[in-house]
């Protein structure tokens, strides 16, 4: 199973917290974070960055479509 991991430019403040904590999974491009690839294995860290998005512009979803990031 994989993951999708998104990031909303629109939302996205460019803080490069996901970029640091996680370079093998983000990148700054410009002003804006994007993920290095569109889908990840599982791995509980993706979910803590998502969390931890100051504007919440990483979304993470399983396989089926389900959100599983950012959590409430």
């Given at each position: ?23 093998d999974a983000f990148t ?45």
């Amino acid at each position: 199973m994989t993951w999708t991991i998104n990031v909303d430019a629109a939302a996205c403040l460019g803080s490069g917290m996901c970029a640091g904590a996680r370079p093998d999974a983000f990148t700054l491009d410009g002003p804006k974070a994007r993920p290095l690839t569109p889908t990840a294995d599982p791995d509980e860290s993706l979910l803590d960055i998502a969390d931890s998005c100051p504007a919440a512009a990483i979304t993470i979803t399983d396989a089926d479509g389900g959100e599983l990031a950012p959590r409430d």
